[in-house]
């Protein structure tokens, strides 16, 4: 079927596409939900490195619509009814606003565990008539990484969020931080694809890339509550980046 990827930049989302086209689906175009404010908490978006998530519409060569959101959560439930102003509506009026343009059936996502984000998805999708896809769901997050890092995905560590997990994570592989969980895992109950918030990643390469994305430099910058706790939040701002064809990339 003809489908439209939910992106957030990060390596579930974007595996998912990819698993979605090795089975023979067609991608038709990306959606993006970014914060209204330079950083904002989320139960349902990832809102670090909208700066870079905005070029892959160039990696995976197909139509890119960036939306807005508040991140206001107004329906904390497990289960979600329509509900004004919450930031599940924002995704319903992207959606809607894409399929006035653009012939598509199903929608996909990155979710793995996360019943509440999963919930959310689907009820957008049926309101929608819309198939939510979550190629990812249910499975083991430590071989779901493994996987991820044997199909050759190319993603860097853009966000930490854990005592587990120490500032110098970021902008490590995702072979870098599968190791560096392996060795913390006999203290932590790791979650390998960061399905409890430890971790947020970027992808600048995948398989199914026409055009890989480059950096010229970043920045680590704390969550704007954090006040230099130990253990808190860090995540990356990336500067001056664009994608290039990968031709290029390796020259």
């Excluded at 329906?75 to 006035?100: H, P, R, T």
């Excluded at 190791?179 to 006999?186: T, V």
């Excluded at 600048?204 to 006040?227: A, G, M, Y």
Aim: a negative charge; charged letters at 25%; aromatic letters at 10%.
């Amino acid at each position: 079927m003809n489908f439209v990827g939910l992106v957030s930049g990060g390596k579930d989302s974007i595996y998912s596409i990819c698993k979605l086209i090795d089975q023979g689906h067609r991608l038709v175009a990306l959606v993006h939900m970014s914060s209204t404010e330079e950083y904002s908490d989320s139960y349902m978006y990832q809102t670090v490195g909208s700066e870079v998530a905005l070029l892959l519409g160039q990696c995976l060569d197909v139509p890119f619509f960036a939306f807005k959101t508040a991140c206001k959560t107004v329906n904390k439930e497990l289960g979600y009814e329509e509900s004004a102003g919450d930031e599940v509506e924002d995704l319903f009026d992207a959606l809607q606003s894409v399929k006035d343009k653009i012939d598509y059936t199903g929608v996909s996502s990155g979710a793995i565990l996360s019943t509440y984000q999963k919930n959310r998805v689907e009820n957008v999708c049926k309101r929608l008539k819309l198939v939510s896809l979550a190629p990812l769901w249910n499975r083991s997050q430590r071989d779901l990484l493994s996987e991820m890092i044997s199909y050759g995905m190319t993603a860097r560590i853009v966000k930490v969020a854990s005592s587990a997990l120490e500032k110098a994570c970021l902008n490590m592989s995702l072979k870098e931080i599968k190791e560096y969980m392996d060795l913390k895992n006999y203290k932590y109950e790791m979650n390998y694809c960061g399905e409890g918030g430890e971790y947020e990643t970027l992808v600048t390469d995948c398989k199914h890339f026409v055009k890989q994305i480059v950096f010229e430099s970043s920045e680590v910058l704390s969550h704007p509550d954090d006040n230099g706790k130990s253990g808190g939040v860090y995540y990356l701002r990336f500067i001056n980046s664009s994608a290039i064809p990968k031709l290029e990339a390796t020259l």
